[in-house]
């Protein structure tokens, strides 16, 4: 109590303002990481679209049909011509030929090529959704730092300091919405498009043990 009644009311200020000018820079740092992250990202996007999604038609039960009472080779020849993801392929492959012979053992060994899928995907939202998070927030600070700045110039009637100040508090403020906005539509996109490769993916896995 001692010490926090000795301690000056402006130094506290001061301490403050000290560390909220020390992290402009950083903060305006996370965001241009940010945009570039958003950019590589909707690029990524763009690309698995066309180059695996766009004009593939999957017939999941005619798939099921044909694997239906096949040796493995079979299964895995009729099921690596169909137009299944590349990655959804590699899995049914592994499962196919690895050397797990009773129906138990292949069905965890599925379990396990599924918890592994999933947690690759998991880890590849993670990123457009921790960005959709934060990007407001670092947006917030990076336009409340510059204004303090800029109340004193106005204070002391110089123009140009303010009109800088708020420049870089409005392009913070573009900057921190434009990266959550488009990361979050790129986790929606994202997260329709693995929720419906999951369930294809564990029915035909399904199908390959039964």
Avoid: C
Avoid at 59 to 69: C, D, F, Q, Y
Avoid at 98 to 106: C, G, I, L, P, Y
């Amino acid at each position: 109590m001692e010490f926090l009644s000795s301690l000056d009311l402006s130094t506290v200020k001061d301490g403050i303002h000290v560390v909220s000018t020390a992290l402009e820079i950083p903060v305006i740092i996370v965001l241009l990481v940010a945009l570039v992250i958003v950019v590589f990202q909707l690029g990524s996007v763009i690309v698995e679209f066309f180059a695996e999604r766009a004009g593939k038609k999957l017939n999941v039960t005619r798939a099921l049909e044909e694997v239906s009472g096949q040796d493995r080779e079979t299964k895995l020849e009729i099921l690596q011509g169909k137009p299944f993801l590349k990655r959804q392929k590699r899995i049914f492959t592994r499962l196919l030929e690895s050397t797990a012979v009773t129906k138990e053992d292949q069905k965890l060994f599925a379990v396990q090529l599924l918890s592994e899928e999933e947690s690759r995907l998991e880890k590849k939202l993670a990123v457009t959704d921790i960005i959709a998070r934060i990007g407001p927030m670092f947006g917030l600070m990076a336009t409340l730092i510059p204004l303090g700045p800029g109340l004193i110039a106005l204070g002391q009637g110089d123009t140009k300091g303010l009109s800088d100040s708020l420049l870089t508090a409005f392009d913070a403020t573009v900057a921190g919405l434009a990266a959550a906005g488009v990361a979050f539509i790129i986790s929606k996109v994202r997260k329709r498009w693995y929720q419906s490769d999951m369930m294809t993916l564990e029915t035909i896995l399904e199908g390959v043990i039964d």
